[in-house]
């Protein structure tokens, strides 16, 4: 990790001259791959990886839910393993593989997965949508057939308010016969 902080002294020195009296911040370069593209930014150190995603890269997918790593809403894969984007600094994926659920896209199009979430209605207002869909396809990835109830253990961090969870897992099984027949 690449810190561009000043030293103590420096910062002492630095607080004492600015009329405001506010120190600097210590800031990283983080070196990421996000959705399959590397990137290389300049960031406080205390940055969220969900802030990180949305106001520095773009990526607006990712929801801020409950800002307590509770319900599962800010999910993404860091690695292919599902992460709590909300309860992540942005420093700890340094040098990883990050995917958002726009990084799930085929060409430009719906995954398989999200289009079965769209078909089968897995989506009520949308909002948990994102979580979990990544949640489901890092479980997809790992598990190609899954059970419901191996479904329903992977998505145990993931909340729904708008649903009784039947259409999200009967997604995640389309998607998952979907990819069988594909293969």
Not at 73 to 94: E, G, W, Y
């Given at each position: 990790?690449?810190?561009?902080?000043?030293?103590?002294?420096?910062?002492?020195?630095?607080a004492?001259?600015?009329?405001a009296?506010?120190r600097?911040?210590?800031?990283?370069?983080?070196?990421?791959?996000v959705?399959?593209?590397?990137?290389?930014?300049?960031?406080?150190?205390?940055?969220?990886?969900?802030?990180?995603?949305?106001?520095?890269?773009?990526?607006?997918?990712?929801?801020?839910?409950?800002?307590?790593?509770?319900?599962?809403?800010?999910?993404?894969?860091?690695?292919?393993?599902?992460?709590?984007?909300?309860?992540?600094?942005a420093?700890?994926?340094?040098?990883?593989?990050?995917e958002?659920?726009?990084?799930?896209?085929?060409?430009?199009?719906?995954?398989p997965?999200?289009?079965?979430?769209?078909?089968?209605?897995?989506?009520?207002?949308?909002?948990?949508?994102?979580?979990?869909?990544?949640?489901?396809?890092?479980?997809l990835?790992?598990?190609?057939?899954?059970?419901?109830?191996?479904?329903?253990?992977a998505?145990?961090?993931?909340?729904?308010?708008?649903?009784?969870?039947?259409?999200?897992?009967?997604?995640?099984?389309?998607?998952?016969?979907?990819?069988?027949?594909?293969?």
């Amino acid at each position: 990790m690449t810190s561009t902080a000043a030293p103590a002294s420096a910062t002492t020195g630095a607080a004492r001259s600015n009329p405001a009296g506010s120190r600097q911040r210590a800031r990283t370069i983080l070196t990421v791959t996000v959705n399959g593209r590397e990137r290389e930014d300049l960031i406080a150190d205390g940055m969220l990886l969900l802030d990180y995603l949305r106001s520095v890269a773009g990526l607006t997918g990712t929801k801020q839910g409950c800002d307590g790593g509770e319900c599962g809403a800010c999910t993404v894969l860091v690695d292919d393993r599902p992460r709590l984007a909300c309860s992540t600094l942005a420093v700890q994926v340094q040098g990883r593989r990050i995917e958002t659920v726009e990084g799930l896209t085929e060409g430009g199009r719906m995954s398989p997965l999200q289009q079965a979430f769209h078909e089968r209605l897995g989506a009520q207002c949308g909002f948990c949508t994102p979580g979990m869909i990544t949640t489901a396809e890092a479980l997809l990835r790992r598990n190609p057939d899954p059970s419901v109830a191996e479904i329903k253990t992977a998505l145990g961090g993931n909340l729904c308010r708008c649903t009784g969870y039947v259409k999200i897992i009967e997604s995640v099984q389309v998607a998952a016969a979907a990819r069988k027949e594909g293969a």
